[in-house]
């Protein structure tokens, strides 16, 4: 049907919707024009993403002319800083950069989240990826994972693996998906700290282990603890001589802790994709992959559409995992 035979009223709808449209289009055509922050929802100083964040926004202010000020905003495991950043104007002002253990896992250890972590955040881009290993006691008889599980079912009851962090985190999960994958057992021993967690390695307290890079490579360089797989879809150039699981027959095992962009639900596309060139461009950089490899991370830019796909499938082999074990929220 021809404009001009429209009914009146549905012009007049038409006609309204494109100017208040024309609003949002053009502060997404002129973004950024003030300071940008990013929410970061863990204490300052305290991992490699707060290190890995603060790297990536003094040059990101410069390629989009504005100031980016990361504003550090811990509790509830990452929930708290999450919920600013969803309760924030979709307008690309106010950004969350939070690990796969508060976008990922925590959907399923936390039934009622204030939001909706596919629904509420848009996917802006992955900044990093911190490739896990799985790292055993020198005295256990085991070379390489397959050694390993068929140790594990033969010796039934008589293998203890570490957590670096506690109960539902991704150092707990990684051997939780071997055990699920290999139908094997192994007692879970949780720690407060990855350094705990090491020396009782060490020790031969504990025989198993999986940890993210620089937690291990000093002890693992020193000949205290031996390396038997990379839990990632390709060897890391971390320890490139250090097969994966996936090498070793162990079907779509990926394991490691990601730091991905996200924005408020109903962002601008155009606002979005900017963030995501920008931010793609410069973990290519000599300058910013020298850092993030000092903290055990990769770059890994993604299109928004593939980190919102990977996002799903995270918390869906999460989810799976954390439901099966019935961990829930430490109190």
């Not at 990977?310 to 430490?330: Q, S």
Request: net charge positive.
């Amino acid at each position: 049907m021809h404009e001009s035979k429209l009914p009146v009223v549905i012009r007049g709808a038409l006609a309204a919707a494109l100017l208040a449209l024309t609003p949002a289009l053009a502060a997404a055509q002129a973004y950024p024009t003030k300071p940008i922050r990013i929410v970061l929802p863990y204490p300052t100083g305290s991992s490699s993403n707060d290190i890995a964040i603060r790297a990536l926004a003094p040059p990101l202010g410069e390629a989009l002319g504005q100031t980016v000020v990361v504003d550090n905003k811990p509790g509830a495991g990452g929930n708290l800083g999450a919920e600013i950043v969803v309760r924030s104007a979709p307008d690309g002002y106010t950004l969350l950069a939070a690990a796969n253990s508060t976008m990922a896992i925590n959907p399923s250890v936390f039934p009622h989240l204030p939001y909706d972590s596919l629904r509420d955040i848009a996917p802006v881009a992955m900044v990093a990826k911190f490739p896990y290993i799985m790292v055993v006691y020198p005295g256990l008889p085991v070379k390489n994972v397959k050694e390993l599980v068929a140790y594990a079912r033969a010796n039934v009851g008589k293998l203890n693996f570490s957590s670096g962090s506690g109960t539902g985190s991704t150092t707990h999960l990684c051997p939780e998906l071997l055990k699920s994958i290999e139908n094997i057992e192994m007692t879970h021993i949780p720690y407060k700290g990855s350094a705990q967690a090491m020396i009782d390695l060490v020790g031969g307290q504990v025989q198993v282990f999986c940890t993210g890079i620089t937690s291990v490579i000093s002890t693992l360089k020193a000949g205290k603890v031996r390396a038997i797989g990379s839990a990632t879809l390709k060897r890391t150039e971390l320890l490139p001589d250090l097969p994966t699981f996936l090498e070793q027959g162990v079907p779509d095992f990926e394991v490691g802790s990601w730091l991905g962009m996200f924005a408020p639900a109903k962002t601008a596309q155009p606002i979005i994709r900017r963030l995501n060139e920008e931010v793609g461009k410069l973990a290519r950089t000599p300058e910013l992959k020298k850092v993030f490899l000092a903290q055990g991370a990769e770059p890994a830019p993604m299109a928004p559409e593939e980190l919102g796909a990977y996002h799903r499938g995270e918390i869906a082999k999460w989810g799976a995992v954390v439901r099966k074990l019935g961990i829930k929220p430490e109190s």
